[in-house]
């Protein structure tokens, strides 16, 4: 019963530094997400999948790009990182209209 | 501003006594509602759904009520429980294929013994 995972947990970089955070669900799930969450912030939209092959923008896109590589996977890269970037970033994936999405645990990034 | 958002960023209550956590939305033609609980260092996880035509829902010591009228979501939690400490998130969104939900900020609850 894995559901969402994310890889990595944790990681550290220094501004100007590209990274990909990746994500995969054994839900078969349609539809796949990213999220950010800051300090006192809810969890805001970044980039989200709503089948294999597409993708699309949500609120806070800016310096972010996605790969929906296939329907398992659905990766975030971060071409050069910003302190802004600083924060936790959760995947999560949903099978239907009006069922709840399932979240990974998170990758807590930071960015000097 | 946020679409989603909760009346008291804080709660504390003491075991064993019911909780009521609000949480207050903006956009009529929502018509899905999703309460998650966060833990530290862990992802939001799923509590409970409720669609527009329902206004009452109850799971395993939880229950959600929707107030279409005043736009106003709750969740009550039944004789809580140390192990309920977390930040509980609501979340509305539109019945669209691919739709993303609008999360508010959060309630910390806060279970003393």
């Known amino acids: 019963n894995a559901g969402v995972t994310q890889t990595p947990k944790f990681q550290v970089l220094k501004t100007g530094q590209s990274m990909t955070l990746q994500c995969a669900q054994d839900?078969?799930?349609?539809?796949m997400y990213w999220y950010r969450q800051d300090p006192g912030m809810g969890l805001r939209l970044i980039y989200y999948?709503?089948?294999?092959?597409?993708?699309d923008k949500g609120e806070v896109p800016n310096g972010y790009n996605v790969s929906r590589l296939n329907k398992r996977e659905f990766s975030l890269r971060l071409e050069s990182a910003a302190p802004s970037q600083t924060s936790v970033y959760f995947c999560?994936?949903?099978?239907?209209?009006?069922?709840?999405?399932?979240f990974g645990d998170g990758t807590r990034l930071s960015i000097l | 501003g946020e679409s989603v958002g909760l009346h008291l960023p804080t709660l504390s209550v003491q075991e064993g006594d019911n909780s009521i956590i609000n949480c207050a939305y903006s956009?009529?033609?929502?018509?899905?509602f999703i309460w998650y609980k966060q833990e530290s260092g862990k992802g939001p996880q799923f509590i409970i759904d409720?669609?527009?035509?329902?206004d009452k829902r109850q799971g395993q010591r939880v229950t959600v009520l929707l107030n279409k009228t005043v736009k106003h979501l709750s969740l009550q939690i039944a004789a809580t429980q140390p192990g309920d400490s977390a930040v509980y998130f609501c979340?509305?969104?539109?019945?669209?294929?691919?739709?993303?939900?609008?999360f508010g900020k959060g309630t910390t609850l806060s279970v003393s013994s």
């Open positions: 409720i669609r527009s035509n329902m």
């Open positions: 956009n009529s033609a929502s018509d899905y």
């Open positions: 839900m078969n799930h349609n539809s």
């Open positions: 999560a994936s949903r099978g239907q209209i009006n069922q709840p999405q399932h």
């Open positions: 979340a509305e969104s539109l019945n669209q294929a691919g739709t993303a939900l609008i």
């Open positions: 999948s709503a089948s294999e092959g597409t993708t």
